[in-house]
Nanobody, 128 residues
Framework: QVQLVESGGGLVQAGGSLRLSCAAS????????MGWFRQAPGKEREFVAV????????YYGDFVKGRFTISRDNAKNTVYLQIYSLKPEDTAVYYC?????????????????????WGQGTQVTVSS
């Protein structure tokens, strides 16, 4: 059983930056693809980014446009999401998730239903 704990959210002005962290425990972190999703009130959960096991392959949601960077430190069992140039529309609860599958397509990694474990989420609020 894998436990995921996000941190780093908060209230920030438009144009600012945040780094979200997700600490994992209870599993072999380096065997999981790690994803970030977000969900705004009244909207569906949205794919933000995913990073594969070794950290060399990353994929992003269509809206990202270079403002988000996902990274991982397997020695620290932690995945990060750096967000630049925050916009009010980035306001949401951000979740990290772990996916255990060695053979999986990018399309499936973008699908939140494929993920095995989820954190509790961290709120990001961007004021205009």
């Amino acid at each position: 059983q894998v436990q995921l704990v996000e941190s780093g959210g908060g209230l920030v002005q438009a144009g600012g930056s945040l780094r979200l962290s997700c600490a994992a425990s209870g599993g072999t972190f380096s065997t999981y693809a790690m994803g970030w999703f977000r969900q705004a009130p009244g909207k569906e959960r949205e794919f933000v980014a995913v990073i594969k096991w070794g950290g060399l392959s990353t994929y992003y949601g269509d809206f990202v446009k270079g403002r988000f960077t996902i990274s991982r430190d397997n020695a620290k069992n932690t995945v990060y999401l750096q967000i630049y140039s925050l916009k009010p529309e980035d306001t949401a609860v951000y979740y990290c998730a772990a996916l255990q599958a060695r053979q999986i397509t990018v399309a499936r990694m973008r699908d939140y239903t494929e993920y095995n474990y989820w954190g509790q989420g961290t709120q990001v609020t961007v004021s205009s």
